[in-house]
């Protein structure tokens, strides 16, 4: 097993990765169902065109989603989670469910 707290840990890597901005979000917006990139804009609400493509990109490199482009003029593509995603996102969903119920209290100690 790797030591996290090693400055040359694999992990950190991937830790840097799924702790992004809009990682989870996107993550688990694709655990719900896949979804076109139009779609992902809409439900994960304030992201750019430029943080959508770097996430969905990144997640892709890591494996964790899967790009599939079909046949059309423009080729339809849909996103969905791989197998290694969905273990990810069953991951963080405790963390992002625990944001849920603490951002408000923890918002109003930032503005004291």
């Not at 992002?96 to 603490?102: E, F, H, S, T």
Request: charged fraction near 25%; charge should be positive.
């Amino acid at each position: 097993m790797s030591d996290v707290f090693h400055k040359d840990c694999p992990a950190r890597e991937v830790l840097g990765h799924l702790a992004g901005r809009w990682t989870i979000l996107v993550l688990t917006a694709l655990l719900a169902e896949p979804r076109r990139y139009h779609e992902l804009r809409t439900v994960v609400a304030g992201i750019s065109d430029k943080s959508l493509a770097a996430t969905l990109r990144s997640l892709q490199q890591d494996g964790l989603v899967h790009r599939q482009v079909d046949t059309g003029q423009p080729p339809p593509v849909t996103y969905s989670v791989t197998e290694l995603g969905r273990g990810a996102a069953a991951a963080l969903d405790p963390l992002l469910q625990w944001i849920r119920a603490n951002a408000t209290e923890i918002k109003a100690r930032r503005e004291t």
